[in-house]
């Protein structure tokens, strides 16, 4: 009786030990080594617990369902052609644009070419300088005094000028503008921008400026530029590295352009 009572007491010592044990555990685990952290921050129980254990203290975020700087511009069949303008009075208007954006739609300087561009391309981009969805301080001040009617004139005024013809590339094509990258979910360059595809609202590209291509790329991979449809853009800008980003504005930019038939020649 006594070997029996001796050992039901060393039973309760060593699970008295135990609990004891499991106690300090939480206790240093849960609470003093997340507090003596240096990146800790104190959300209380269920963070301390989560944090311990490895699992994210929420496993989904409220989203925000409205984007001030979305673009709201749709892509309809009307807009596609002359987007409904009048090409004379565009031609008018584009007057004031000639400075930056040449006397026929061909830039010298880092600012896009519009000579042949899509009549939705231009018509959206000047509907979210105008709404501010798209920023940039003269685009922007040109933009406002504009009209519904005075954009379909200058987008139908641009579509029909003549696009000057890319030279050969001189420098091996992208991965990247050809084929993508399935495993990271970007769509070849040329799905949309033209050589595989077009989809409406996506620009050509070839000729543009180097500096242009690539300063827009990396505004599209931080969130600046935010005027892409469904977010298209920044899904494949913010996966591309900045050699990458690089060497596609390098590709589509020294497709120098030549130009055709009732264009003006590139300055």
Not at 47 to 55: E, K, L, N, T, Y
Not at 97 to 111: E, I, L
Not at 147 to 155: A, F, G, H, N
Not at 242 to 265: D, F, Q
Request: charged residues 20%; positive net charge.
């Amino acid at each position: 009786m006594k070997d029996s009572a001796l050992g039901h007491r060393g039973v309760r010592k060593a699970l008295a030990a135990l609990l004891a044990l499991l106690v300090a555990t939480i206790l240093v685990g849960f609470f003093w080594l997340p507090q003596v952290k240096p990146d800790f921050t104190a959300g209380g129980l269920w963070d301390a617990i989560c944090r311990i254990a490895g699992v994210p203290s929420t496993w989904s975020t409220e989203l925000k369902m409205d984007d001030p700087q979305a673009s709201r511009v749709s892509m309809v069949a009307g807009l596609q052609g002359t987007a409904g303008g009048d090409v004379g009075r565009g031609g008018t208007l584009a007057l004031r644009c000639t400075m930056c954006h040449g006397a026929r739609g061909v830039s010298s300087s880092d600012v896009p070419n519009l000579a042949g561009q899509y009549a939705e391309v231009v018509y959206k981009q000047l509907v979210d300088y105008k709404n501010g969805q798209r920023r940039h301080v003269l685009m922007q001040a040109l933009a406002s005094g504009l009209s519904e009617q005075d954009i379909r004139d200058l987008s139908a005024f641009y579509a029909q000028l003549p696009r000057p013809s890319p030279a050969p590339a001189p420098t091996p094509v992208p991965r990247l503008v050809t084929v993508g990258d399935p495993l990271r979910n970007i769509a070849p360059c040329a799905s949309c921008h033209g050589g595989i595809d077009k989809k409406p609202g996506s620009p050509w590209l070839e000729g543009m400026s180097h500096a242009y291509l690539s300063t827009q790329l990396q505004q599209f991979a931080s969130g600046v530029r935010r005027n892409d449809t469904l977010q298209a853009m920044r899904n494949i800008a913010r996966q591309m590295t900045p050699e990458e980003i690089e060497a596609v504005a390098r590709y589509y930019s020294v497709l120098a352009i030549v130009g055709s038939a009732g264009s003006a020649p590139a300055r």
